[in-house]
Structure formats: C-alpha cells, structure tokens
C-alpha cells in the first residue's frame, strides 16, 4: 500500500493547490466576492453603533488567506466595486459607497491584501501566526474603518472607537479562533491527503 503526498512548495496558498488556469482565478475571485456578500447578510445590530456585527470580516479575512494577496485583493475589489454599482451586498443588505460602513469595506480590502501576502509566507500553517494573521487584519479594518466612521457621521474619534471598535473585539477574538483552527488544519489535512 502507498501513500500519497501532496507537495507544498514555498509560498503557496490554499487557493495554489488547485490546478492553475485562468478560470480557476476568475472562480475563485468572483467566489471570494460572493461568499463576502453573503456573509456581510449575516447582520446583528449593535445597539449605539451604525456598524452591525457580520460575518464579513471573517470572510474577507479567510478569502485573503486562502486565496493569496493578488487574488484576495481582486475579490475584495470586485466586491466592494458591485456593492458600490448598488448590488445590495454590504452590511444588512445596504449598498452604496455613502455609507457609515464603507470605511470598513476599504480596511477589508487592504487587510485582505496583506494577509493574503503574509499567507504566501507560511503565515496560515501554525495556530500562533495564523492568530497574529488574523489580529493584524482585524487591526488594518479598524484603522481604516473607524476614521471613516468617525468622518461620516460626525462622531468624535473617542466615539467611534466606542462605537465602531470596542463592541466588536470579542466577536472578531472568536472570529480569530475560528480561522486559528480551520485553516492550519487545511494545510495539516491536505499534507495527509
């Protein structure tokens, strides 16, 4: 009896173990942007804030991952693009680039980016640096999220943190260790495959 191995070479991501094509990209893009608008629809008001609780994050986040920094950016690009065409996609069915939300949608396009490239550097194959993948992707939506907050109502910063920050913390720590165990147990599974 023989076993098969699958062999990883350096700087792969989840999304290279598929064989290469055109379509391949073109699916996995069009499926990033997707799988992020659905679950953008999985929407929790939080009392005082403008900003519901999503699973969007989670998605543009393990869209990166997965996909690699080129091809996590187009499907964040493509998703922010539709929704700003007026493809109700965004948060709670909402579209538009108006928004008090937007500016997460822009830190997720740039968090995916970035951890999509730390991907490409191993950075999803353990628990501990997939937990700091994750942190800094939180991080890099929020530092573009909550300025944008701030601005587009009028809020105070203190206020937006209050608001567009603080009552998000546990929810994205859960978030985290959801990807903390989905995907280094991909790369473990797929290795035994």
């Known amino acids: 009896m023989s076993t098969a191995s699958v062999t990883f070479r350096p700087g792969a991501v989840l ?3 598929l064989p290469a ?4 990209d073109i699916a ?4 990033g942007a997707a799988l992020t608008g659905l679950a953008a629809q999985i929407a929790v008001p939080v009392p005082g804030s403008p900003v519901p609780v999503t699973g969007q994050t989670f998605a543009a986040l393990l869209v990166g991952t997965a996909f690699g920094a080129r091809r996590g950016f187009l499907s964040l690009a ?9 493809v109700p996609w965004f948060a709670g069915g909402s579209s538009g680039a108006g928004g008090a939300s937007f500016g997460y949608v822009l830190g997720m396009l740039l968090a ?19 937990a700091g993948t994750m942190v800094l992707g939180s991080a890099i939506i929020y530092a573009v999220g909550v300025p944008y907050l701030a ?7 203190g206020a937006a943190v209050a608001a567009g920050l603080t009552p998000f913390l ?9 990807a903390m165990g989905l995907l280094p147990a991909a ?7």
Do not use: N, P
């Not at 094509?21 to 391949?24: W, Y």
């Not at 493509?78 to 007026?86: D, E, N, S, W």
């Not at 601005?151 to 910063?157: A, I, K, Q």
């Not at 994205?172 to 959801?178: C, H, I, N, S």
């Open 21 to 24: 094509s055109r379509v391949r």
């Open 170 to 178: 546990i929810g994205d720590a859960l978030k985290a260790a959801l």
């Open 112 to 130: 995916a980016t970035v951890v999509g490239a730390l991907a490409r550097r191993g950075a999803d194959r353990s628990v501990l640096r997939t």
């Open 28 to 31: 996995l893009v069009a499926g």
């Open 15 to 17: 999304a290279d173990l």
């Open 151 to 157: 601005l587009s109502t009028g809020m105070s910063f």
């Open 78 to 86: 493509l998703y922010a693009l539709v929704g700003m065409a007026g």
């Open 187 to 193: 790369w473990k599974l797929l290795g035994r495959a």
